[in-house]
Structure formats: structure tokens, C-alpha cells
């Protein structure tokens, strides 16, 4: 499903560089989900963890059988955008990202010129993922309070500096993330962190250059870089 941030167009690079030393019955875990768009083209033992309530929730309903809507007006858009309280959590998450102008969190109503129905293409996509999100573990929870099973290969997609702000009460805190990857890595797993820029005790395992649109001045070329934790810092 379309999520400000996704680096599902960017699986196919970074899993094989993620997954390479993964051992048999090691777990994978993502402390920043998102909208599973990596974590549904791993197999194995998986754990899914987000603080946002709203996209855990639709995740869980889907994982339990619930289907999307085929259609939705901007009228009922509206309604469950500012009366939220009013509609299941899992029907909130789907609507505030799927039927959203470019997957943000109720960042206006999905429409073009060609009336595509981007309710109906997200419900799809959903469903899709669906098939391989059986037996994840999901969890909603700040990063810092999961508990990460033994010797894990663990992928953060945290929010990026620099960047469009996700809603949020609380600020992120990007130096406070820094230090739970270290001693997170230092308890013996394997971390891994999607970011522009990354502290000198971190190693860029892989690097391509893309337009980017979340910038605090708008549209530019950027470099999406992998890290992984190397120490000495």
C-alpha cells in the first residue's frame, strides 16, 4: 500500500544485502514498519512493530480476514478524517494512508483527472500483502520497548532528518535512535538503517540516487543510503 516513505520500490536492493547471512529460523524484525512494504516479501520468523496505532490496527484486521472498502467518497473521507473516533481503528488506518494523495496520513483525498479509483487499488495491494503476512508478530510500541528475540537481523526505517514531519505529539529524536542502534547491536543483532546520513560508527552498505519529494524545500535529488552498525564510534 502507497506510505509517505515506503522503500518497497527499494526491496529488491536492499533485502538481498539484509537477508545474505541470515541463518534458518533467525528472526527479522522491523521496528518501523510502516505499511509492511518490506516485511511482506520475507519469509521466516518475522516481527512487525509501529508506533501508529491506526496502520498496526488495519494490519491486524487484514491479517485476521477483513477486507477494505471498494469505494470511497471524498465526503466520507472528510467524515473519517476529522470524526475518527467514530470508525474502527483498522477502517482510520486504511482510509488516512490508502486513500490518501501520495500515501500520507490524511493528506487529502486521492483523485486525478483520470477518476482512478485509489480506494479500490489500495484495497488490492492490501490483499496482496495480505498472503504473506500470516504468522508476522505485530506489535505497536515504541522502537525502544520491543522485545527483540536473540541474535535477530533487525531493519530500521525510521523518519528521515530533514525531512516532511510525520504527525506526531512528540518530536522524533534522532540522536536518542542513534544510541538504542548501537546498544541494540551490541547485544549481538544484526541492524541495519534506512537514512540520508548516518553517524561515523556506521558503515553504508548501499547507496542510489532518487528524486525525492519529502525535503523541507520540496522536491530534489537525494542519495537513499542503507547503513549498518560497524562501532568504533
Wanted: charged content about 25%.
Amino acid at each position: 500500500m502507497r506510505y509517505m516513505g515506503s522503500k518497497g520500490r527499494y526491496a529488491k536492493y536492499i533485502l538481498p544485502i539484509i537477508l545474505k547471512d541470515r541463518r534458518q529460523e533467525q528472526w527479522y524484525v522491523e521496528p518501523f514498519v510502516g505499511a509492511f512494504n518490506i516485511i511482506d516479501k520475507v519469509d521466516g520468523l518475522r516481527l512487525a512493530n509501529d508506533i501508529n496505532p491506526y496502520i498496526i490496527a488495519l494490519y491486524k484486521a487484514v491479517q485476521a480476514g477483513w477486507e477494505p472498502p471498494d469505494t470511497l467518497t471524498k465526503e466520507e473521507y472528510q467524515d473519517i478524517r476529522f470524526n475518527k473516533d467514530k470508525y474502527p481503528k483498522h477502517l482510520v488506518g486504511f482510509v488516512g494512508f490508502g486513500c490518501s494523495f501520495g500515501g500520507k496520513w490524511f493528506g487529502g483525498y486521492a483523485q486525478d483527472k483520470e477518476q482512478r479509483n485509489y480506494c479500490a487499488a489500495s484495497k488490492r495491494s492490501v490483499l496482496k500483502q495480505a498472503a504473506n503476512l500470516k504468522d508476522v508478530v505485530i506489535e505497536n510500541k515504541n522502537y525502544w520497548e520491543i522485545t527483540i528475540p536473540p541474535n535477530s537481523i533487525v531493519y530500521c526505517d525510521p523518519p528521515y532528518e530533514n525531512t516532511t514531519k510525520y504527525k506526531t505529539k512528540n518530536p522524533f529524536d534522532h540522536a536518542r535512535f542513534w544510541d538504542w542502534v548501537r546498544v541494540t547491536a551490541k547485544e549481538g543483532h544484526t541492524v541495519f538503517v534506512s537514512e540520508y546520513n548516518a553517524p561515523v560508527d556506521f558503515e553504508c552498505v548501499w547507496s542510489k540516487t532518487v528524486n525525492n519529494t519529502l525535503t523541507q524545500i520540496g522536491s530534489q535529488e537525494r542519495v537513499e543510503k542503507l547503513f549498518k552498525f560497524v562501532g568504533g564510534g
